[in-house]
């Protein structure tokens, strides 16, 4: 059989994505290898939410493009979804396949035509070749502009939700998508020409999907999708009447999936700040809804957010951050921050940065305006210094180390679960990296190993200061070490 290595870029959703087309391969028997490593098929799933998401995929291809000349290389994903062209030009013809984000479920099949085909490794590349050009459509549904027309249902029995997973090659914590794609036109962003308009899985097969992952032992999935607060369930429960079909959004789906398990704990990948409403908190206040929150702030001046098209002002996010401290009490709280946006003057940084500290954000993914081509802001004026948009990325950077000790030393002393991950890669030590309930890494000596996805009750003894940059592409520095509680 062949070897196939995979690499994800960006999102939670593409990393669900990924790990669905991973256990297709899997399932036929075919031997997954870590990236770096040789193999026979190399798959890259790609982002372009900035352009360094870019760069970093072109240079993950070049590398790979390095092995053996029989090596088959496939880029999938919002990047090869926009810029197919450009990704095949990496090479010399045939050796970079594409497959654009909105048909990434073929690769779903693409194990099952391998495994029935008896060929060496040499002819792989003009086979997959073939196949592809034989499975996928020639005319692509989403278009490159900002008023595709889609389909107007948000609820379509889309090929956006064949990903389904139930070992997770990559992941102790289960992931599970509940919804793709996003209605909002924000100045800056250029996913939603890749993903095309929001589409939700209905409420049913979201809950049979999970009640699997429970049955099979994940003590947590986290909810991933585009813009999580675009879910809407139109199925209707037997209404023939369009317009007697009550739409359920995400609050009203946490509450229907946590009736229809026991155990098994939500993770929220990401909301916006409209959509933390008093009926998303009285739900959030479930024991079973992890206290982490990553919130789409971009901006905390109300000039710059309308610049952006967001929809909201930093008085509408606070409102919401109180809300889910009353019923959370001190939840990880993360935030993502665009800095040099056009027209963003030193007093709209200041506004964003008083902002963040007031919070008192646990987490800061801070970084510079990056133009990206289609979308309103490309063209925007007048444009920040790329010089001074460092800077201010810097001066959050430094904020975001101080809050995060902080936050730390909060929870030194106190007890949380935790769900184990992986064996701690230091040698000849008995450590196991374990997440916990609100998202902090913990290292956790114990005397024997402990398998993957175990939930741990552990107390928090010390916080480990910060060696290597949080906000960078690495994240798997831990936080603290922990304590078993027996």
């Known amino acids: 059989m062949f070897s196939v290595a995979f690499q994800t870029l960006g999102c939670k959703l593409n990393q669900v994505e990924t790990e669905s ?18 193999a026979d098929l190399f798959i890259i799933n790609t982002c372009t939410v900035t352009s360094k998401a870019e760069q970093k995929a072109r240079r993950v291809i070049r590398r790979a493009l390095k092995e053996p000349p029989a090596a088959c ?9 926009l810029e197919g062209p450009a990704l095949r030009s990496l090479g010399s013809p045939g050796r970079v396949l594409v497959v654009p984000g909105d048909q990434k479920d073929r690769l779903l099949d693409l194990p099952g035509f391998l495994a029935d085909t008896a060929c060496a490794s040499a002819d792989l590349p003009l086979l997959v070749d073939q196949w592809l050009r034989d499975h996928l459509a020639l005319d692509s549904p989403i278009a490159r502009t900002l008023d595709p027309p889609w389909p107007s249902s948000p609820v379509v029995p889309s090929p956006r939700f ?32 890749a993903r095309g308009k929001s589409q939700s899985l209905e409420k049913e097969v979201v809950l049979q999907r999970l009640r699997e992952l429970e049955n099979r032992g994940y003590t947590e999935a986290v909810l991933t999708g585009i813009n999580l607060n675009l879910y809407r369930d139109l199925s209707g429960d037997g209404a023939k009447d369009p317009s ?25 990948s990401s909301t916006e700040p409209e959509g933390i409403t008093a009926d998303f908190a009285r739900i ?3 024991r079973r809804i992890r206290p982490h929150f990553h919130i789409s702030v971009q901006s905390g001046s109300d000039r710059i957010l309308a610049l952006m098209r967001r929809g909201y002002t930093a008085r509408r996010l606070e409102e919401g951050i109180r809300l889910l401290r009353s019923v959370k009490g001190d939840p990880f709280l993360a935030c993502d921050i665009i800095a040099g946006f056009p027209g963003e003057t030193e007093e709209d940084f200041e506004a964003t940065y008083d902002l963040c500290e007031r919070i008192g954000f646990a987490w800061i993914h801070a970084f510079p305006f990056s133009p990206r081509p289609g979308t309103e802001a490309e063209t925007m004026t007048p444009r920040v210094p790329e010089r001074i948009a460092v800077q201010r990325v810097d001066r959050l950077i430094t904020l975001a180390r101080r809050l995060r000790g902080e936050y730390l030393d909060r929870w030194v002393g106190r007890e949380v679960w935790a769900t184990s991950e992986a064996s701690h890669p230091l040698k000849n030590s008995n450590r196991t990296l374990a997440v916990s309930e609100n998202y902090l890494k913990l290292i956790i000596p114990s005397t024997s190993p402990i398998p993957p996805g175990t939930e741990l009750r552990c107390r928090i003894i010390e916080p480990i200061p910060l060696v290597q940059d949080p906000l960078g592409e690495d994240e798997s520095a831990a936080d603290g070490i922990a304590s078993l509680i027996e």
């Open 21 to 38: 087309v991973v256990s297709a391969f899997q399932a036929q028997g075919f031997r997954v290898v870590g990236w770096g490593e040789p």
């Open 73 to 81: 290389l496939i880029a999938t994903g919002c990047y090869a979804q």
């Open 162 to 193: 064949r990903f389904d997973v139930q070992d997770f090659a990559f992941h102790s914590r289960a992931f599970l998508k509940i919804q793709d794609g996003c209605d909002h036109i924000c100045a800056y962003c250029r996913v939603r020409l």
């Open 244 to 268: 007697e079909i009550p739409s359920m959004d995400l609050s009203g789906l946490l509450t229907y999936l946590l009736r229809g398990t026991d155990k098994i704990a939500l993770r929220i």
């Open 284 to 286: 959030a206040a479930h």
